[in-house]
Structures are given as structure tokens and as C-alpha cells.
């Protein structure tokens, strides 16, 4: 039986005036009718052009260029549950082609911010740096570190080790290093660099020997303390503690503009001296600023016949005792003037 016309296949003739005719009763294809109004014929065309051009289609190149790897890790992503994607500032999820920016996961950006947490910089080796700074321009302003607390520049493991010892909340600015310290100035020309080492043994001094002073002849300091001064003087020492050999200046030396000895009249006590007889008086040391009394002479007996017996200071440097003797035979009234040595005692 034909699929096409339903009907079984039956040869007959029929008479005609010009003879038998081969009778067909098989029905066209354009003539059977589809449920939708269309003829099978125009269907069977719509078919064969399907089934001719069945690879070739507009989702094609994309099916193409599916692989085993692709459809595997589709599948790892479909697991995942990836439904949108966000940065760390943002409030929502976006999907599809999502740019995220510095500013939408909060991060710095390359033109600059302010950052409000700790930041550390690890190094891997001694040949990497972990920071360079430079400025805009030549005049540009290089780098300014500030801290609440204190802050700690240091060169090799010295900044991470006084991290132990020194308080974060003291107010404090630590220059730290392994080694030497060098301060450098005049950079702008490096050949005419010029630089002052403090070096690890607590030595400060310039690079350049016989250079560079402490303060200036406009710009001194109040005060300066040592324990040992070396080289020479240029200029007048103002007061010294000791000398070479370790005396005290204050109590070995004098000034040479102030008299070192001084000598003043002491006038004894009167007294009155029979005649052929003699006598004795005492006087009081006059107190001498600065000085002390260390001796008496005597100087006058203020008569023609009396003489001096003797005259003396006291040990206990307050009185001069003298003695005289009336060599004529009338008494005498007199008051005998000696002379006191003084020296200096500052």
C-alpha cells in the first residue's frame, strides 16, 4: 500500500473511441488536502528543504565551538550558585557585564586617598625597596610621615626592633639604624653633597674632616656640657674648671686685674707706757671682702722714744698684739699703728 495515496495499486484499462487506455486511480499529492489547508506536495517541499539544510542554522558557529572542557566547567559554575556580582561598597548586585572599580570594592585608587587602617610592607629580599616617593616636580613636596603616637625611621631590622621598646602612644619621631646615620644636604648638585655621620658608636662628626661648626657666630647655643675639650681654642675662654694638670682654677689661680696681697695701717689700742718701762696693746683685723689676713708688721710707734718689742698676727687671725718699750724716763701716751697682710682668696 502507498504511503501518499492510501490506496492499493490496481492496473486497469479502459475503452476509448482510439482504443484501451491505462486507468490509474492513484490520487496526486497536490490534491491531498492536510488538515491545516495545505496539499501534501507543498508540505513534502517544506520537508525535503529541512532535512537538506538541518546543520545549517544562525546558533550554529556558537554550537560549533562547544567543547567537553567548556560544558565541564559550566557545569563547576552552575554548581557554584553565581547569581550576581558586587564590590565590597557597593549595596547590590549587578549582573551581566560588571566592571568593578577601585571605588566599588573600596579600594584606593591610582590617583590618590586617604587610607585609615595600618599598612605594612613586606620585602622578600634586601635588594627590593618597599617605597619610593618623588615629587611632581623638581620643587615638589617628597614625602611627610605623621603619626598620633610615636614614629619609627629606621634602616635594616632597626625600625621593627624598637617596635618592642618604644611606646605607640608617646609622641615621639625615632631615626633608627643597623649601622651609621648619615645626614646629607646640598643634594640638589650631588657633587657638591655634603654630609654629617652619626655613626653607631655615638661619634658625630662631618664627612669632610676639619669642616662645619657647631652654631654660629649669629645663631649660638645657650649652653654646651662635655667632660673633655681636644684641639685648640680660637678665642677667649670665659671661665674654665680646672687646668691641664687637673687643678682647680677657682682656688690656684687670681685674677691678674685684682692685687693677689694687700697691706692696711691697723691702729692698736692706746695706752700710756711709764717712763723707762714697757708696754702692751692689741688691735682688731679689719674683714676684707674676697681676702684673708695671714700676717702683722708693725710700722709706728707714733714717738721718737718708744720703740717696738714685737708684733705679731694672733692664730686666730682676728687680733695683732704688739709690744713696745719707753726708753726715756717720762711717761708716754701713745697708739701704735701696724701694718696687716691680707691675701686673696677669690
Same mark, same amino acid.
Given at each position: 500500500?502507498?504511503?501518499?495515496?492510501?490506496?492499493?495499486?490496481?492496473r486497469?484499462?479502459?475503452?476509448?473511441?482510439?482504443?484501451?487506455k491505462?486507468?490509474s486511480?492513484?490520487?496526486s499529492?497536490?490534491t491531498?488536502?492536510?488538515?491545516?489547508?495545505?496539499t501534501?506536495?507543498s508540505?513534502?517541499?517544506?520537508?525535503?528543504?529541512?532535512?537538506?539544510?538541518?546543520?545549517?542554522?544562525?546558533?550554529?558557529?556558537?554550537?560549533?565551538s562547544?567543547t567537553?572542557?567548556?560544558?565541564?566547567?559550566?557545569?563547576?559554575?552552575?554548581?557554584? @550558585?553565581v547569581? #550576581? %556580582?558586587k564590590?565590597? /561598597?557597593e549595596?547590590?548586585?549587578?549582573? =551581566?557585564?560588571v566592571?568593578l572599580s577601585s $571605588?566599588?570594592i573600596?579600594?584606593?585608587?591610582?590617583?590618590?586617598?586617604?587610607l585609615t587602617g595600618?599598612?605594612?610592607?613586606?620585602?622578600?629580599?634586601?635588594?627590593?625597596?618597599p617605597l619610593?616617593?618623588?615629587?611632581g616636580?623638581? @620643587?615638589?613636596? #617628597? %614625602?611627610s610621615?605623621? /603619626?598620633?603616637?610615636a614614629a619609627?625611621i =629606621?634602616g635594616g631590622?632597626?625600625?621593627k $626592633?624598637?617596635?618592642?621598646v618604644?611606646s605607640?602612644?608617646?609622641?615621639?619621631?625615632?631615626?633608627?639604624?643597623?649601622?651609621?646615620?648619615?645626614?646629607?644636604?646640598?643634594?640638589?648638585?650631588?657633587?657638591n653633597?655634603?654630609?654629617?655621620?652619626?655613626d653607631?658608636?655615638?661619634?658625630?662628626?662631618?664627612?669632610?674632616?676639619?669642616? =662645619?661648626?657647631?652654631?654660629?657666630s649669629s645663631?649660638?647655643?645657650?649652653n654646651?656640657?662635655?667632660?673633655?675639650?681636644?684641639?685648640?681654642l680660637?678665642g677667649?675662654?670665659t671661665?674654665?674648671?680646672?687646668?691641664?694638670n687637673?687643678?682647680?682654677?677657682?682656688?690656684?689661680y687670681?685674677?691678674?686685674?685684682?692685687d693677689?696681697?694687700?697691706?692696711?695701717?691697723?691702729?692698736?689700742?692706746?695706752?700710756?707706757?711709764?717712763?723707762n718701762?714697757?708696754?702692751?696693746?692689741?688691735g682688731t683685723?679689719?674683714?676684707i671682702?674676697?681676702?684673708?689676713?695671714i700676717?702683722?708688721?708693725?710700722?709706728?710707734?707714733c714717738?721718737?722714744?718708744?720703740?717696738?718689742?714685737y708684733c705679731y698676727?694672733d692664730?686666730?687671725?682676728?687680733?695683732v698684739?704688739?709690744?713696745?718699750?719707753?726708753?726715756?724716763?717720762n711717761?708716754k701716751?701713745?697708739?701704735?699703728?701696724a701694718?696687716?697682710i691680707y691675701?686673696?682668696?677669690?
Amino acid at each position: 500500500m502507498s504511503i501518499l495515496s492510501g490506496f492499493k495499486k490496481i492496473r486497469r484499462h479502459i475503452r476509448l473511441p482510439d482504443g484501451y487506455k491505462l486507468l490509474s486511480f492513484w490520487t496526486s499529492s497536490q490534491t491531498v488536502e492536510m488538515d491545516d489547508g495545505t496539499t501534501l506536495e507543498s508540505n513534502k517541499t517544506k520537508w525535503d528543504d529541512a532535512s537538506t539544510k538541518k546543520h545549517e542554522h544562525t546558533n550554529k558557529p556558537a554550537l560549533d565551538s562547544i567543547t567537553s572542557e567548556k560544558v565541564a566547567k559550566w557545569n563547576i559554575l552552575s554548581e557554584s @550558585n553565581v547569581t #550576581g %556580582i558586587k564590590g565590597n /561598597a557597593e549595596s547590590s548586585y549587578r549582573t =551581566g557585564n560588571v566592571n568593578l572599580s577601585s $571605588a566599588n570594592i573600596g579600594a584606593l585608587s591610582t590617583t590618590g586617598g586617604t587610607l585609615t587602617g595600618n599598612l605594612s610592607f613586606k620585602m622578600n629580599s634586601s635588594t627590593q625597596t618597599p617605597l619610593k616617593i618623588y615629587g611632581g616636580d623638581t @620643587n615638589g613636596q #617628597g %614625602i611627610s610621615v605623621g /603619626a598620633g603616637g610615636a614614629a619609627i625611621i =629606621g634602616g635594616g631590622k632597626s625600625a621593627k $626592633a624598637l617596635e618592642s621598646v618604644v611606646s605607640a602612644t608617646n609622641e615621639e619621631l625615632h631615626l633608627a639604624s643597623d649601622n651609621n646615620i648619615y645626614f646629607d644636604v646640598n643634594c640638589n648638585t650631588i657633587a657638591n653633597r655634603l654630609q654629617v655621620i652619626l655613626d653607631k658608636s655615638r661619634n658625630f662628626y662631618p664627612a669632610t674632616n676639619n669642616n =662645619g661648626a657647631i652654631g654660629t657666630s649669629s645663631h649660638k647655643w645657650a649652653n654646651m656640657y662635655a667632660t673633655t675639650f681636644h684641639g685648640a681654642l680660637d678665642g677667649a675662654a670665659t671661665k674654665a674648671a680646672q687646668d691641664g694638670n687637673g687643678n682647680i682654677i677657682s682656688n690656684t689661680y687670681w685674677n691678674k686685674t685684682t692685687d693677689l696681697v694687700i697691706i692696711r695701717d691697723l691702729s692698736l689700742n692706746q695706752l700710756t707706757v711709764q717712763g723707762n718701762w714697757d708696754a702692751r696693746t692689741t688691735g682688731t683685723v679689719a674683714n676684707i671682702s674676697n681676702y684673708k689676713p695671714i700676717a702683722a708688721i708693725a710700722k709706728d710707734t707714733c714717738s721718737a722714744d718708744v720703740c717696738w718689742m714685737y708684733c705679731y698676727l694672733d692664730p686666730d687671725k682676728k687680733t695683732v698684739r704688739g709690744g713696745i718699750k719707753n726708753t726715756v724716763g717720762n711717761d708716754k701716751t701713745l697708739s701704735p699703728i701696724a701694718q696687716v697682710i691680707y691675701l686673696r682668696t677669690s
